[in-house]
Structure formats: C-alpha cells, structure tokens
Nanobody, 125 residues
Framework: QVQLVQSGGGLVEPGGSLRLSCAAS????????IGWFRQAPGEEREGVGS????????YLTDSVKGRFTISRDNAKNTVYLQMNSLKPEDTAVYYC??????????????????WGQGTQVTVSS
C-alpha cells in the first residue's frame, strides 16, 4: 500500500522534546520533497516547514525557527521533525505530506501526492 506512516507523537512537558517520523511505504521517498503541517483545535492547518528531496534545502516557519528542525534519511525512506523547547502553543495534530517539488512555503493541498495519517502532539504540564 502506498502511504506515509507517521509515528512519534505524544504528551510532553513544556521545554521538552519530541521527534516525529514520517516513513514512506510503497514508494521511494527520496523522489519527493516533504512538508510538515500542524492543526490545533479550532484553527486552520498551518505549514511548519519543508525539506527538499535531497535534504539540501530547508524551510521553517518563524514560530518554530531555532526550536524545530527537519531532516531526512533517504536510505531509511524516512523524514523526521525534531521538536525541541516545546511550548503549549505547539499542541496540535502534526501531518507530513509528500510533493514532487520543493518550495520554501506551504503548497495547496492538491499539490501533495501523499499525506500521513497525523499524529497528536500535546505540550502540557
């Protein structure tokens, strides 16, 4: 089955860290740029960042710069979102998505070929 499978969410205290994984199943991830998104309750989905297919280009939205980073291991067919110094306002469902080209801004939904199932991140004491 062709899909993106996410893992790594959970509950963490403010200031803590989590790493989310986005693994490709049924296709080769290194052909695709990957975007990360999040959606908090009652809010619109927002772009967190993106990474090019080679990993040489990276974009992060201002609210997470210096705290989050995106990396990829194409040999493992997996992209990671490392989240440090987490804040309560980072609480959301996080999604990864694969697009055939890289941009340093979020693309319209229809430009993504595959979406992960979403994973909950809750930052709370």
């Amino acid at each position: 089955q062709v899909q993106l499978v996410q893992s790594g969410g959970g509950l963490v205290e403010p200031g803590g860290s989590l790493r989310l994984s986005c693994a490709a199943s049924g296709f080769v991830l290194d052909d695709y740029a990957i975007g990360w998104f999040r959606q908090a309750p009652g809010e619109e989905r927002e772009g967190v960042g993106s990474i090019s297919s080679s990993g040489s280009d990276l974009y992060l939205t201002d609210s997470v710069k210096g705290r989050f980073t995106i990396s990829r291991d194409n040999a493992k067919n997996t992209v990671y979102l490392q989240m440090n110094s987490l804040k309560p306002e980072d609480t959301a469902v996080y999604y990864c998505a694969a697009a055939s080209y890289y941009t340093d801004y979020p693309l319209p939904d229809q430009e993504y070929d595959y979406w992960g199932q979403g994973t909950q991140v809750t930052v709370s004491s």
